[in-house]
């Protein structure tokens, strides 16, 4: 599904964050969204799924979503795997999402609280979550937020080989860390 955006404004006070700003996803496209801090990235990426309403402008209704926030936001004392199990599985589906974050983090981590890990384990559950979510478009606000760069490079190859070929918008302040990986850059 293409993500058509127009004339999208918003403003906090006085303080205007966008005004008629358009934007264009075009279905299974590679995106990442590059701003000086406070310009608007983490609105846009709320706006889009509905967290936040915009002042005016049109933004495409029934998109399916998956996000990594800023924050992680786990679900406390559940371990690793719940995580996944939360957005789309059940029970049986255990062993699937083991294999699956196994690509992100060490074997020994899988069936942890949540709680016990580290930062950047946290940030990699969160990424895997979002993977593993039904969605057509997945939006990562800053995903690489306290990964140093091998793991950053390790993550986001991780990223690429499970999108599925859904769009992706990511947005950043390391984009010189990821300038080996095919997104067409935009600018807000």
Not at 54 to 57: K, L, N
Not at 139 to 144: A, G, K, N, Q, T
């Given at each position: 599904m293409e993500i058509i955006v127009r004339k999208l404004s918003h403003s906090f006070g006085e303080k205007q964050i966008f005004e008629n700003f358009e934007l264009r996803l075009?279905?299974?496209g590679i995106y990442g969204l590059t701003a000086p801090s406070g310009r608007g990235k983490t609105t846009l990426l709320r706006i889009l799924m509905g967290l936040q309403k915009?002042?005016?402008?049109t933004i495409p209704q029934g998109v399916r979503y998956s996000a990594v926030f800023q924050t992680d936001h786990l679900l406390p004392g559940r371990t690793t795997v719940d995580q996944l199990l939360f957005v789309r599985g059940s029970r049986r589906d255990r062993d699937a999402a083991a294999r699956f974050l196994s690509g992100l983090l060490p074997e020994d981590s899988l069936y942890q609280s949540v709680g016990e890990l580290s930062g950047g384990m946290q940030r990699r559950v969160a990424i895997a979550r979002a993977l593993w979510a039904d969605s057509e478009c997945l939006?990562?606000?800053?995903?690489?937020t306290g990964l140093d760069e091998e793991t950053l490079r390790l993550t986001a190859d991780f990223i690429f080989a499970h999108r599925q070929g859904r769009t992706l918008l990511l947005s950043t302040h390391q984009k010189e860390l990821l300038s080996g990986y095919p997104f067409a850059w935009l600018t807000l």
């Open positions: 075009r279905e299974g915009p002042d005016s402008g939006l990562m606000d800053e995903p690489f």
